[in-house]
C-alpha cells in the first residue's frame, strides 16, 4: 500500500523524457528522475531512492500551448535543408 506521495517541484520536457524534480513527503529529500514520454499524465508508483519508502507521483503533461509550440519547433527541423550549405565547403 501506498504511504508517501511524491511532489513534483520542478519538471522539463526533452524529446525522449520527462525530467522531473521531486520532494518525498516521508523524509523531505529532493531528488530528481526521468520518466518515459509515454507516461505523461499518468500516477506512477515506485520507491523513494533516498528512504525506500514506497509512494506515488502525479507525472506532469503538456499543456495545449507546450504541445503547439513543439509541434512548430519539430516541423521547423523537418523542413530545414542544410545539405546545399555543407557540400559548398567541401
Do not use: W
Not at 519538471?11 to 516521508?26: A, D, G, P, R
Not at 523524509?27 to 514520454?37: A, G, H, P, R
Not at 509541434?71 to 542544410?82: A, S
Request: one cysteine or more; a negative charge.
Amino acid at each position: 500500500m501506498v504511504n508517501t506521495i511524491f511532489r513534483v517541484q520542478s519538471h522539463k520536457f526533452t524529446q525522449e523524457n520527462i525530467q522531473t524534480t521531486l520532494v518525498c513527503s516521508n523524509c523531505d529529500e529532493v531528488f530528481t528522475k526521468e520518466f518515459l514520454l509515454d507516461l505523461e499524465g499518468q500516477t506512477i508508483e515506485f520507491k523513494c531512492p533516498v528512504c525506500g519508502n514506497l509512494g506515488e507521483a502525479d507525472i506532469p503533461y503538456k499543456t495545449a500551448e507546450e504541445r503547439e509550440e513543439f509541434e512548430e519547433d519539430f516541423d521547423d527541423v523537418t523542413e530545414e535543408d542544410g545539405g546545399d550549405e555543407f557540400e559548398d565547403d567541401f
